[in-house]
T-cell receptor
Framework: GAVVSQHPSRVICKSGTSVKIECRSLDFQATTMFWYRQFPKQSLMLMAT?????????EQGVEKDKFLINHASLTLSTLTVTSAHPEDSSFYIC????????????FGSGTRLTVV | AQKITQTQPGMFVQEKEAVTLDCTYDTSDPSYGLFWYKQPSSGEMIFLIYQGSYDQQNATEGRYSLNFQKARKSANLVISASQLGDSAMYFCAMREGNSGNTPLVFGKGTRLSVIA
């Protein structure tokens, strides 16, 4: 079945540094990738939608200069958290819809970011 | 307004018993899809079951069934013969429209605890 590989699974970084999270579709082309953030004991909140070859669409309240999304190829989308602060500590997870499998959305395994 | 409402923050069920997790939704789009995902403590999102708005029959997948009541806009998940491994967060989600570019919108989730 369709697989989205997300790396890293866990990262600790210092406040003020940047962190890049990668999501790679392994056996299908992901024209569109969705990026979610999940705070502890909360739901998944959509941050942005990235389309291959074009600028990402950000949800209201999400700073596009802080959360840089690049979707340069049909198999790779990246989220870079720039100048990270402790309040950015969260679980970040990507998702893509793979046409061949019908209705399902495939999720990456998530990245737990801790900013110290 | 909330698109997906899950009113049960937590539920307990005895092993081998059945349990129903509630989900109501709000949309004016005649075409939509309803999904249930399981999220164990590892964070991965496990797809359980899907119901399309035009599907005539309730969806079933093994021990999972979806009680779809379109007029009431509800899509409750029924888990039969609960197992200890079913303990996890469960999220109801909706896709509005039929496009592959539409993200899922999630409810707040229900934490299910299966008791031996």
């Amino acid at each position: 079945g369709a697989v989205v590989s997300q790396h890293p699974s866990r990262v600790i970084c210092k406040s003020g540094t940047s962190v890049k999270i990668e999501c790679r579709s392994l056996d299908f082309q992901a024209t569109t990738m969705f990026w979610y953030r999940q705070f502890p004991k909360q739901s998944l909140m959509l941050m942005a939608t990235s389309n291959e070859g074009s600028k990402a669409t950000y949800e209201q309240g999400v700073e596009k200069d802080k959360f840089l999304i690049n979707h340069a190829s049909l198999t790779l989308s990246t989220l870079t958290v720039t100048s990270a602060h402790p309040e950015d500590s969260s679980f970040y997870i990507c998702s893509a819809k793979e046409a061949r499998t019908g209705v399902g959305y495939t999720f990456g395994s998530g990245t737990r970011l801790t900013v110290v | 307004a909330q698109k997906i409402t899950q009113t049960q923050p937590g539920m307990f069920v005895q092993e081998k018993e059945a349990v129903t997790l509630d989900c109501t939704y709000d949309t004016s789009d005649p075409s939509y899809g309803l999904f249930w995902y399981k999220q164990p403590s590892s964070g991965e999102m496990i797809f359980l079951i899907y119901q399309g708005s035009y599907d005539q029959q309730n969806a079933t997948e093994g021990r999972y069934s979806l009680n779809f009541q379109k007029a009431r806009k509800s899509a409750n998940l029924v888990i039969s013969a609960s197992q200890l491994g079913d303990s996890a967060m469960y999220f109801c989600a909706m896709r509005e429209g039929n496009s592959g570019n539409t993200p899922l919108v999630f409810g707040k989730g229900t934490r299910l605890s299966v008791i031996a």
